[in-house]
């Protein structure tokens, strides 16, 4: 009677292939964002101490420069922030539902998706100290004092790891709130009412110690901790909006 | 073989009911014209079988299995209309090349063959075309995709009269060699009644009538006659639809008229013919000629 049997995995992996080819301006959205970040923020980000030594007859002086790119990696958040939110917008599930999908497989290719693009992030973001570094370069006079690939690559791929860890926890954290509010408007008056709770009020200050969520991970100093609560995020993450998602009725008027 | 099962299915959108216990069955490879009036449910029903919508109540099984969240209906499956939804970025030639990525029984060749003669060229975005065009390209990709359940929902949106022509040939040419169960909502009855075999028809939040179109023209006589002749002789049997043709009158009555009845209705001067399936069907829903008349009637009468 009918002919065409999918198995979940390999139709999760075609709907991902799918959202690839159907949204590469995501990609290059963020290369056009780094470029304006690096450009505008290259010089701001920049603090300068000088710091003077006498020794009886040498007076020496220098400047100090610690150049980082915090801004980059929070343009690169606030991205993945808006593309996790992006990915549950009806028109986005409309394209998926024309073809071939159920809400299962439509959630797992958004989190390839969404794993893809982090990885993407996290790269780049990291690969932007060292374009930063030739920025700095220009410079005349410059000793450089750096951790790079050949330095300290563990240094390095752990900077990737984690950049890729946080741009994943922040889509996911997008996808969420975003599935929540396409099941209910009423959702973002919650989700407002929670911010102001967690951001105006010190009731989660105790003694004089903050023990928000950030803190929670950044405040993390073991690797494999700070993997562990990421991977548990993801996952409540990941459950909480298929929770949802698997509800959702799609084209409905 | 049934391939779409109802029993009592019920849709609500919130609390208005959209469709009231619905039971029926669609049979493999027939093509069945879906009809019904403006926001009687034909759309609602498509969606529910498609498994974009749940049923709110009652038991409702396509291949055997409840659509919502069914890998095997979706794979199966393709439902056309005019909101179909493409990434903005694709050219027509790459949402070619997503069908067949997702659709087995895809065939590139027909697909690109009928796009070409519908002077469709690949390299255009689907954003960018009009409506009519737009509408004949989902249509086509309806075709090629030969799943064994279509569903076009008002396939013909804004396609010019050449078109709509077109389509019907290509679907029914293509239905031909490769059957499989068709479900085609439109308002055009008389334009697609030669391609339909069933008809379903949606009225009042229910099935109106469901069945071979030729059922459905033996339902009815019209009755054509001076208005009192007819008053004298026809009212036997309920009336379905009134409407003036000219100095002559025609009702369209129950077919339930014995050959003598029929005899005797031919003697007073009533022509009694067949009717076809859209004056059916217009009757039915009441829709046919005459009706919006008697606003205006009644307000001159004031």
């Not at chain 1, 410079?139 to 990737?160: K, R």
């Not at chain 2, 929902?153 to 169960?181: C, N, Q, S, V, W």
């Not at chain 2, 909502?185 to 008389?190: L, T």
């Not at chain 2, 014995?258 to 067949?274: D, F, K, M």
Request: one cysteine or more.
């Amino acid at each position: 009677m009918f002919s065409t049997q999918w198995s979940v995995n390999e139709l999760a992996k075609r709907q991902f292939l799918f959202k690839l080819n159907g949204n590469g301006s995501i990609f290059s959205v963020l290369i056009v964002l780094q470029i304006i970040g690096t450009v505008l923020m290259g010089g701001s980000a920049t603090s300068t101490s000088t710091s003077t030594y006498t020794e009886e007859t040498n007076i020496l002086s220098f400047n100090f420069s610690a150049i980082s790119n915090d801004g980059q990696v929070g343009l690169t958040l606030f991205w993945a922030f808006i593309i996790g939110f992006v990915l549950t917008s009806p028109a986005q599930r409309n394209e998926s539902f024309t073809f071939v999908t159920n809400r299962l497989t439509f959630q797992l290719a958004n989190f390839y998706f969404f794993c893809t693009a982090a990885l993407f992030g996290g790269v780049t973001t990291v690969l932007l100290g060292s374009v930063m570094k030739i920025f700095a370069m220009f410079n005349v006079n410059t000793v450089m004092q750096t951790n790079g690939l050949l330095s300290s690559p563990l240094d390095f791929f752990s900077q990737i790891f984690v950049m890729t860890a946080y741009t994943l926890l922040l889509m996911l954290v997008g996808y969420t709130l975003g599935s929540f509010i396409q099941f209910s408007k009423l959702f973002i008056m919650l989700f407002a009412l929670v911010y102001i709770v967690f951001t105006q009020t010190t009731f989660f200050t105790i003694g004089g110690k903050n023990i928000d969520l950030l803190h929670f991970f950044y405040g993390e100093t073991s690797i494999l901790l700070f993997t562990l609560k990421i991977l548990l995020a993801v996952a409540v993450l990941f459950g909480a909006s298929f929770w949802v998602t698997n509800r959702l009725e799609v084209r409905n008027p | 073989m049934e391939v779409i099962t109802l029993r009592d299915v019920t849709k609500k959108y919130r609390s208005f009911k959209v469709l009231d216990q619905i039971t029926l069955d669609i049979r493999r490879n027939v093509i069945t014209g879906v009809v019904g009036r403006n926001g009687a449910g034909k759309t609602t029903l498509m969606k529910m079988i498609a498994g974009f919508t749940k049923e709110t109540s009652g038991e409702l099984r396509v291949f055997g299995e409840r659509p919502f969240n069914s890998l095997t209906v979706s794979a199966n499956m393709i439902f056309v209309d005019d909101r179909m939804g493409f990434p903005d970025a694709f050219k027509l030639e790459d949402i070619l090349i997503e069908c067949d990525r997702f659709y087995e029984n895809w065939d590139d060749e027909l697909a690109k063959r009928l796009l070409e003669y519908f002077q469709l060229p690949l390299t255009f975005k689907h954003r960018v075309l009009s409506k009519g065009k737009r509408s004949t390209f989902n249509a086509v990709i309806g075709i090629a995709s030969r799943c064994p359940l279509t569903m076009f929902d008002e396939p013909i949106t804004g396609m010019d009269a050449a078109a709509r022509k077109d389509f019907y040939r290509a679907l029914l040419k293509d239905y031909i060699a490769h059957p499989r169960t068709i479900l085609l909502s439109s308002h055009h009855m008389e334009e697609m009644e030669d391609l339909l075999e069933d008809i379903l028809l949606i009225d009042g939040k229910g099935v109106g009538f469901h069945g071979p179109i030729i059922d459905l023209q033996e339902k009815f006589l019209s009755l054509q006659g001076k208005a009192n002749a007819l008053e004298t002789y026809a009212t036997r049997y309920a009336i379905i639809h009134r409407s003036m043709a000219g100095p002559l009158t025609e009702w369209i009555v129950d077919n339930e008229y014995s050959e003598a009845e029929l005899n005797e209705l031919r003697q007073a001067g009533i022509r009694v013919a067949g009717v076809t399936a859209s004056d059916a069907y217009l009757a039915m829903t009441g829709q046919a000629g005459g009706g919006v008349d008697d606003v205006f009637n009644a307000m001159e009468r004031q």
